[in-house]
Nanobody
Framework: QVQLVESGGGLVQAGGSLRLSCAVS??????????MGWYRQAPGKQRELVAT???????NNADSVKGRFTISRDNAKRTVYLQMNSLKPEDTAVYYC??????????WGQGTLVTVSS
């Protein structure tokens, strides 16, 4: 079983920054083969993709966060990060860490709340 534990959420003013972390533990054949990502869900809205990163470092970002958010990973630490800059009130959401193995098994973290005040 794989566990994903997020941290780093909180309250920040518009224009500020936060860094989310997601530590992965449990039985994993090779963390390098796992696609990691961040999704978010705002109140009353569907969960949406924020960014993903492959084991080799290839990234994919939602248009709404391009130029402001950066996803990265440390394979040795089994950790993925989301650096969020120039935060806006519309970034307020619960942010979920996501992992997908080469056989398309998906795991999710419990979520961490990010609140951006105007």
């Amino acid at each position: 079983q794989v566990q994903l534990v997020e941290s780093g959420g909180g309250l920040v003013q518009a224009g500020g920054s936060l860094r989310l972390s997601c530590a992965v533990s449990g039985s994993i054949f090779s963390f390098n083969l796992i696609v990691m990502g961040w999704y978010r869900q705002a109140p009353g809205k569907q969960r949406e993709l924020v960014a993903t990163i492959s084991g080799g470092g290839r990234t994919n970002n939602a248009d709404s966060v391009k130029g402001r958010f950066t996803i990265s990973r440390d394979n040795a630490k089994r950790t993925v990060y989301l650096q969020m800059n120039s935060l806006k009130p519309e970034d307020t959401a619960v942010y979920y860490c996501y992992a997908r193995t080469p056989v398309n098994r998906e795991d999710w973290g419990q979520g961490t709340l990010v609140t951006v005040s105007s």
